[in-house]
Each structure stands twice: as C-alpha cells, then as structure tokens.
C-alpha cells in the first residue's frame, strides 16, 4: 500500500486559486495512477481528477475541466491539484488516493477503485 498525506487546504475568496499536494510513501507509488477526490458536508465522495503512472495521461470530471490541473513529481512522490477560478460549491474536503490496481488506467473512476487514501485537506471558497 501507499500513505499518503495531504496539505494545502486552506479558505479562499472566490476567483482565487489554492495548490494542494499530497506526499506519499511506499515502494509502488510510481506504479499506481494516482486521483483527486472531494466530499462536501451531507455528500458522497466524488472524483474531481486522475493521472496516470508515468504523469502523461490526465482525467477531469467536467465540473473542473479547465480551472483544475493534476501533476505528479514520481521523482519527489508528490502529486499536486492546481485549482484555479474557484468557486463556492468546490468547498469541500479534497482527498489524494492511490488505484489499488497497478498500472491501470480507465476514465471512469469510483472511490471503491481506491485502496490507499490520506486524511484530507478542507478547502473552503467564500462568495
């Protein structure tokens, strides 16, 4: 397995933009596509992003194509979600998690595909 810790929450007007990163540990991480999920109050889990292995396959649910990027640094064992153009329903508790399947890739995620999750970071954007 993968441990995984996140950083980079934070409060933020809207329009404005927060980095968050998540650090791993463990011999696999450069094995696993790697993904972004977030979990408002009263909501289930949900996928916001995912990058492959190798970094150069990228995956967005359509509500942040365009203000979101997802990076990874293999080298560092990091992998970072830019969030720019933020808006009040992006407030949530984002989690960085690890495919429990490695080298695999698919463009339809569920948590469930996960086995390796950290402890969140809340991110909260006012209006």
């Known amino acids: 397995q993968v441990q995984l810790v996140e950083s980079g929450g934070g409060l933020v007007q809207a329009g404005g933009s927060l980095r968050l990163s998540c650090a791993a540990s463990?011999?696999?991480?450069?094995?696993?596509?790697m993904g972004w999920f977030r979990q408002a109050p009263g909501k289930e889990r949900e996928f916001v992003a995912a990058?492959?292995?190798?970094?150069?396959?990228?995956y967005y649910v359509d509500s942040v194509k365009g203000r979101f990027t997802i990076s990874r640094d293999n080298a560092q064992n990091t992998v970072y979600l830019q969030m720019n153009s933020l808006k009040p329903e992006d407030t949530a508790v984002y989690y960085c998690?690890?495919?429990?399947?490695?080298?695999?890739?698919?463009?339809?995620?569920?948590?469930?595909?996960?086995?390796?999750w950290g402890q969140g970071t809340q991110v909260t954007v006012s209006s």
């Open positions: 463990g011999s696999t991480f450069n094995m696993r596509t």
């Open positions: 990058i492959k292995w190798g970094g150069g396959t990228l």
């Open positions: 998690a690890a495919d429990r399947r490695p080298f695999y890739w698919s463009t339809n995620y569920y948590k469930t595909d996960f086995d390796s």
